[in-house]
């Protein structure tokens, strides 16, 4: 398999350069989009530009908005669902990732294809909030063989995926942010400190805008590799734009990355984002937060080898127009519908936003 | 120009190389195999339909290739891959077209929002149109194959599509699918159906495709009006007998067997509550293709 | 004691259609479709206009009930139904006011 061109790298710092790509271009630039979970940000990015597209990839990127803002919609329902099950334990959950960015309005949350829903909530609580979510429709995998669950409980000390029988929506119960084997320890009882309650949803939080973009850049840079590439690294650039613009968030930021002992992460997460995507980062910020050269040469390097990279990205200042970037793209599939029967009452609906061939075939 | 204009063996070579472009309007699909019995399917099922060039936008790029490894010259086995993912556990390599057509359903059913999508069949006669949405086991693609052959024009067999805008519906005159003793009824009831060679012993039983008649591929960009809606269930011995459904429940029904009512959010809902207020709404028993035929005919007849 | 008014929950989210004694509810905000009789349909209808009391219904639908059926028999049904119409998420209760 050759190596994805930068076209979408490209069009996505410069949407309006794809206005004149050819077909051809616009197919490459789709299917790279699709792979890398962005098509729906793409499709934001373009949204001005819309109506001159031609009808091919239009279609596409039109069907991407309209799965965005329905899951967007779902994932409201599932959410005020988590709070009914927990509101009669006390039991405040914390959203984490998309659904956070998503219930508190966040610019990160444009273009953002929703999936699972996570939550923190405290370890000692975690048997009843089990048996809550039990109670109220989830169910552990059927097919979860006694090793996985081992896996889940005894070695990442967390409960196994749920899934709802009904909806068919998937739901993460996390007690930490990183798990115990993780290299980083983090100081979980200073997250809970330390929330955003959600105006309209009580008793639901998220984290506050500098522990967010800390468990962000610890998941983009968890042991030392560019897990979920470029998706997650946007995510991360609209967070520091938008919680950046009040110069407390930058000024807590460092600090608090030391507290938590996330300042690796938070280091390398600062020095790609102002590379690839242009992020601004006051200078006295990342200068508090760098670590040396030898910390990510050989992360350059693994990066490099798993992004499949024809060039080097410039290493001479930040990025300025367009540049090339190490892109590591996970295949993925955009989660959309599929004709699966439903029961009589209930339709699910999120597992209708998660299609896949297989079940097509069964039809 | 259509596949059956292309010469001899240029089918296999654009399939090899990636380069075959076709045409199911509303898409454009992108097909590469390495399978000689999928070029063999591909120019019988597809022949009547239009190439695009390599440098067109393809909606989906699907491919199905051989597994390496011994198997190779034992049994030799493909995979299926839609925009460079595997999907599928790979399958013999005789079933290779199936897996395309199975793909196909999928991909199309991921992107056809400007319409809502329906996994059902739909026929059209004098600008009408009959759909039958079905779950599996009901008879429906029997049905339609044998419909297709008496008067109706085909319009598809699993994917229907319902213009929201203008309310009429459309397909893709995409191959019938048959399965076990439906394969030899078709070929009793209409000698001049093109089949492809059946494949026996998959996981589904025997299967085969039946091709589109030509006509209906010519008329493809025409939609139609839809006003019958009919549930098909093929029971044993039983004589043919329409029955009204409550329209509550073929929307419920229909809700069931879309691909994308979810997607349109509330659109969805009023536009599958208007095609059932607009339609006859009927659940239909039969057991044998000719009482079938003649009373989907008789009710074409009546005047509504 | 106030009796409890009952209300179609998120206007917005809810819309229906009926024919012929049935009918298909679709909640936006969950995404699911329900089909139900032509009670609910009817309560849905008297609902969405104000919020009412099991009493109140019971007024508006005198014609819809069956002559032999006592006050007290209707009234559980009713509770039902609405009991019902509330575990799918698409009516609620507000306290009355004074």
């Known amino acids: 398999m050759k190596p994805p061109a930068p076209l979408l790298p490209r069009v996505l710092l410069d949407p309006a350069s794809a206005l004149g790509l050819r077909p051809l271009e616009w197919d490459l630039l789709l299917r790279q989009a699709r792979r890398g979970v962005l098509l729906a940000k793409l499709a934001v990015l373009l949204k001005p530009w819309l109506a001159q597209v031609p009808p091919g990839p239009r279609h596409h990127l039109h069907a991407a908005l309209m799965t965005a803002e329905r899951q967007a919609k779902l994932t409201h329902w599932e959410v005020s669902r988590i709070q009914a099950a927990l509101q009669p334990l006390d039991v405040e959950p914390i959203l984490l990732k998309g659904t956070a960015y998503l219930m508190a309005g966040l610019p990160a949350s444009e273009g953002r294809v929703f999936g699972d829903v996570d939550i923190l909530v405290p370890k000692a609580r ?137 300042s690796r992460p938070l280091s390398l997460a600062l020095r790609y984002t102002t590379r690839w995507l242009g992020t601004p980062v006051p200078s006295e910020v990342l200068a508090a937060v760098s670590t040396g050269v030898p910390a990510y040469q050989p992360l350059l390097d693994a990066c490099y080898d798993r992004a499949l990279m024809p060039d080097h990205p410039s290493c001479d200042g930040p990025l300025t127009g367009i540049a090339r970037l190490a892109l590591y793209v996970r295949s993925h599939w955009l989660r959309m519908p599929t004709g699966l029967l439903l029961q009589h009452l209930a339709r699910k609906a999120w597992m209708r936003m998660r299609p896949t061939p297989e079940a097509a075939a069964e039809a | ?118 996994h059902a069949a739909a026929l059209e006669r004098d600008g009408r149109a009959l759909v039958m949405p079905a779950p599996p086991g009901s008879g429906k693609s029997t049905l339609t194959a044998a419909l297709a052959h008496r008067g109706w024009r085909l319009m598809s067999d699993e994917i229907t599509l319902y213009d929201l805008a203008t309310g009429q519906v459309s397909g893709m005159g995409r191959p019938v699918n048959l399965k076990n003793v439906s394969v030899e009824l078709i070929r009793q009831f209409a000698p001049q159906a093109e089949l492809t060679r059946p494949v026996p012993d998959t996981a589904k039983g025997t299967l085969a495709l039946m091709k589109a008649p030509e006509q209906s591929v010519a008329r493809i960009m025409e939609p139609a009006s839809p006003a019958w809606i009919v549930m098909p269930r093929y029971t044993a011995g039983a004589g043919p007998a329409l029955h009204d459904m409550p329209k509550a429940r073929m929307l419920l029904l229909l809700a069931e067997q879309a691909f994308n009512y979810d997607l349109h959010g509330r659109r969805g809902f009023e536009a599958t509550a208007d095609l059932v207020d607009r339609c006859e709404c009927l659940d239909f028993e039969y057991s044998t293709l000719d009482d079938a035929v003649r009373r989907i005919d008789q009710l074409a007849a009546e005047a509504r | 004691m106030q009796e409890p008014l009952w209300t179609v929950h998120r206007p917005g989210d809810i819309c229906w259609r009926d024919w012929d004694g049935l009918g298909a509810v679709y909640d936006d905000g969950s995404g699911d479709t329900h089909l139900v009789d032509a009670l609910a349909i009817e309560f849905l209808e008297l609902l969405s206009r104000q919020p009412l009391s099991v009493a109140q219904l019971l007024e508006q639908l005198a014609d819809a009930i069956p002559v032999e059926m006592d006050a007290d028999t209707a009234t559980a049904l009713f509770d039902r139904q609405l009991r019902g119409l509330r575990d799918l998420g698409l009516v609620t209760t507000v306290t009355a006011t004074a």
């Open chain 1, 126 to 262: 975690i048997a009843d909030i089990e048996a809550a979510f039990l109670a109220h429709g989830w169910n552990f995998q059927d097919d979860l063989d006694t090793y996985d669950e081992r896996y889940y409980r005894e070695w990442m000390h967390e409960i196994p995926p749920l899934t709802h029988e009904d909806r068919g929506s998937s739901l993460d119960v996390h007690h930490t942010i990183l798990p115990p084997s993780a290299r980083i320890q983090v100081d979980t009882a200073a997250l809970f400190e330390d929330t955003r309650e959600l105006a309209g949803l009580p008793g639901v939080h998220v984290l506050a805008p500098v522990t967010m973009v800390l468990h962000s850049a610890a998941h983009l840079f968890h042991e030392g590799e560019l897990e979920k590439g470029l998706r997650d690294l946007f995510d991360l650039d609209a967070l520091l734009r938008d919680f950046g613009r009040d110069p407390a968030f930058w000024a807590e930021l460092a600090p608090r990355a030391r507290k938590l002992g996330l």
């Open chain 2, 1 to 118: 120009m259509k596949i059956r204009d292309l010469p001899p063996g240029d089918v296999r070579r654009r399939l090899a190389r990636g380069d075959l472009v076709l045409k199911v309007p509303p898409f454009v699909a992108r097909l590469r195999s390495d399978v000689d019995r999928v070029a063999e399917d591909l120019k019988l099922l597809y022949a009547d339909f239009e190439l695009g060039t390599t440098d067109d936008f393809a909606d989906f790029h699907l491919e199905v290739l051989r597994e390496g490894g011994l198997r190779r010259w034992v049994k030799p086995m493909a995979r299926f891959f839609a925009d460079g993912e595997p999907a599928f556990s790979p399958l013999p390599a005789e079933q290779g077209f199936h897996m395309v057509e199975w793909g196909l359903n999928w991909a199309v059913s991921t992107m056809a929002h400007p319409y809502l999508s329906y």
